[in-house]
């Protein structure tokens, strides 16, 4: 083999390897741009889920507060207006039935108050629960005697965060059909399915057309974006009559 033979090789191993570190080197910098894209995209999704978990507290607070507020007004109020009635009667011509009944009556009234305390409580987030909270809930709407509602639950080993969004979620869509369909019946169903949690809401309203703009408001975009933030899928589909809401999300996430 004569010298310009062996430039020729030396020059084509050269330009080979040459290449191949080239090629490395652009599969790395690919590889650390799809990284940094895919850091970047989590850091959103985590900043858009922080900014979604304080929107929730405050409007779960506020909510809170309404309630509260109504309970004491209308029913811890008549409780002690009762009581008062009761010790009045009392005073005027002493009967140990009615002080009993006026006592047991302070009592519950005290009992709702130490009830409705919890959710004012500065820890309620580490304290929340979405299986306590969906039944306070239904308690309430069926208190008014105007629709039932009933629901059917399993035990959650959620993060009480992703609890305290999947509640809102599942609130919002009762309170659409509430507002919207005007049912006299709600059916809230929860089962476990290979991980997922499973929840069905079911009413017997008149329904609506997801398709119609006029009903794509705030609730709707809300449920989807909340459910979308934990990593699960919402849809919608006509009853016969009314709507059902189906809602599966990821346990862990």
Same mark, same amino acid.
């Given at each position: 083999?004569?010298?310009?033979?062996?430039?020729?090789? =030396? $020059?084509?191993?050269?330009?080979?390897?040459?290449? $191949?570190?080239?090629?490395?080197?652009?599969?790395?910098?690919?590889?650390?741009?799809?990284?940094?894209?895919?850091?970047?995209? %989590?850091?959103?999704?985590?900043?858009?889920?922080?900014?979604?978990?304080? %929107?929730?507290?405050?409007?779960?607070?506020?909510?809170?507060? &309404?309630?509260?507020?109504?309970?004491?007004?209308?029913?811890?109020?008549?409780?002690?207006?009762?009581?008062?009635?009761?010790?009045?009667?009392?005073?005027?011509?002493?009967?140990?039935?009615?002080?009993?009944?006026?006592?047991?009556?302070?009592?519950?009234? =005290?009992?709702?108050?130490?009830?409705?305390?919890?959710?004012?409580?500065?820890?309620?987030?580490?304290?929340?629960?979405?299986?306590?909270?969906?039944?306070?809930?239904?308690?309430?709407? &069926?208190?008014? &005697?105007?629709?039932?509602?009933?629901?059917?639950? $399993?035990?959650?080993?959620?993060?009480?965060?992703?609890?305290?969004?999947?509640?809102?979620?599942?609130?919002?869509?009762f309170q659409n059909a509430l507002k919207h369909g005007e049912p006299s019946h709600i059916h809230i169903t929860l089962r476990m399915v290979n991980g997922h949690l499973h929840i069905d809401i079911t009413d017997d309203g008149k329904g609506f057309d997801l398709q119609d703009p006029?009903?794509?408001?705030?609730?709707?975009? &809300?449920?989807?974006?909340?459910?979308?933030?934990?990593?699960?899928?919402?849809?919608?589909?006509?009853?016969?009559?009314?709507?059902? $809401?189906?809602?599966?999300?990821?346990?862990?996430?």
């Amino acid at each position: 083999m004569d010298l310009a033979q062996e430039i020729y090789i =030396i $020059v084509i191993a050269s330009v080979f390897l040459l290449l $191949v570190a080239v090629g490395i080197i652009s599969l790395l910098l690919v590889y650390q741009k799809r990284q940094l894209r895919y850091q970047f995209e %989590k850091q959103q999704l985590q900043n858009q889920y922080s900014e979604e978990l304080l %929107k929730t507290r405050i409007e779960t607070q506020e909510y809170t507060l &309404n309630t509260v507020s109504r309970e004491i007004h209308d029913n811890i109020g008549q409780l002690l207006n009762s009581s008062k009635l009761l010790i009045g009667v009392a005073q005027r011509a002493p009967q140990p039935d009615t002080l009993q009944t006026a006592a047991d009556t302070l009592a519950l009234a =005290i009992q709702e108050l130490r009830s409705l305390s919890k959710s004012l409580n500065n820890e309620w987030l580490e304290q929340f629960s979405f299986t306590e909270n969906l039944e306070a809930e239904v308690k309430r709407i &069926n208190a008014s &005697n105007k629709i039932r509602m009933t629901v059917e639950q $399993v035990p959650l080993t959620m993060p009480k965060d992703r609890q305290l969004v999947l509640y809102r979620i599942v609130q919002e869509a009762f309170q659409n059909a509430l507002k919207h369909g005007e049912p006299s019946h709600i059916h809230i169903t929860l089962r476990m399915v290979n991980g997922h949690l499973h929840i069905d809401i079911t009413d017997d309203g008149k329904g609506f057309d997801l398709q119609d703009p006029a009903r794509q408001g705030f609730g709707i975009t &809300n449920i989807k974006l909340r459910t979308a933030l934990l990593g699960g899928t919402v849809q919608w589909k006509a009853g016969h009559p009314g709507t059902v $809401v189906l809602i599966q999300i990821p346990i862990t996430g």
